[in-house]
């Protein structure tokens, strides 16, 4: 009997799905600027012609980057955040943002702090969508810190708002010097702090 | 009388430090790879020829540009943590801390956070530069957090160097999300929530 596969993709998809795997891989090493549509042509061995059939611009290019990034990312949060729990669910939040940096073997950092510091002062529509992201980010982490902050599983006399700030804020701080050393251990001295430092039940 | 001015600059001195300024500027705005000869060469209204002519090439301008970061945002550092007592030493660097990014007008950002982002995946001399700047930020904060447990002034229960760390990584990401917004209020929330979670006396 003939299996026939319908999510199978097409030759198009395929070669898109390249595209941005690529593109991907050399904005995280190289920054945004300076990867050049010469540098996509040089990675994924495809015509410049069809990279622009893929892609009007590097622009359009970099926006579904994000936009497919911020997917995924803000997913991965949600189920980071699991457990009984409001502090189990942190808990686990901070330890699922070490495994993360560990399958990246610290490299390449996270992709909206490398994006927020290099186009801030230039692109409004990336620094606009990079700035949801973190609001989203800070967000889902408010819910469950002032969840813990109502059970006693938190210290209180911080706003909850404030303290998810102070966490995302730390976490990317982190992941910045954890990527310059190489080393699980600046990312892993700043989740441990925080856990401390916001008073969080085990 | 004649008045000699003996620190005056030759004309190659200045033309020297104008290179510096147009780089430190682009830099900042564009990411250090993005940064072409031909933008200098727009900016400062030199040759190619000049700019070679003071800088071999544009790594030797780079570090030439965090070289003198170096020193001045540790002179900053250094200075920014003055008053008589430990806490009043924190308490006066966070307030510089704000100080410096408003008078910066929440643009530019950390030319160290920046360049940590940008070339800890390729470049070995600018990484080691850098981790070095965040090594002795760190030793700076470290000291004074020490004094600052061992006189009452603050929590105890985390390792002073452990504790500057944590300091330092979240004004780091404060930094980044006050650019983004650029607005102090992320960065006020960052050094707010700082005290009061180090358990810092007024």
């Known amino acids: ?6 999510s199978k993709k097409s030759k198009g998809e395929i070669t898109r799905d390249k595209i941005l795997a690529e593109a991907t891989r050399l904005i995280n090493q190289k920054g945004f600027e300076a990867t050049s549509i010469n540098d996509l042509v040089k990675a994924t061995g ?8 893929h892609f009007p611009g590097k622009d359009e290019l970099m926006m579904t980057i994000l936009d497919k990034a911020k997917t995924d990312m803000l997913e ?15 808990n686990n939040f901070f330890k699922g943002v070490l495994e993360y940096q560990r399958s990246c073997g610290f490299a390449g950092g996270c992709i909206f702090g ?21 609001d989203k980010w800070i967000e889902l982490i408010r819910k469950v810190v002032k969840e813990a902050q109502d059970h006693g599983e938190a210290r209180n006399d911080i706003p ?6 102070h966490i995302v804020m730390t976490i ?8 310059l050393e190489k080393s699980e251990k600046p990312l892993k001295d700043c989740v441990d702090s925080l856990r401390i430092l916001i008073g ?3």
Chains 1, 2 share one sequence.
């Open 160 to 165: 909850a708002v404030v303290m998810a700030k």
């Open 76 to 90: 991965t949060i949600k189920s980071g955040l699991n457990g009984k729990t409001p502090a189990e669910r942190l």
């Open 172 to 179: 990317e701080g982190g992941i910045m010097l954890t990527r």
């Open 200 to 202: 969080l039940k085990k």
């Open 46 to 53: 495809l015509k410049k012609g069809c990279l622009y059939f």
């Open 1 to 6: 009997m003939k299996t026939v596969c319908y």
């Open 114 to 134: 490398n994006t927020a510091l290099e186009m801030s002062d230039k692109d409004e529509r990336m620094t606009f969508f990079v700035k949801d992201f973190f």
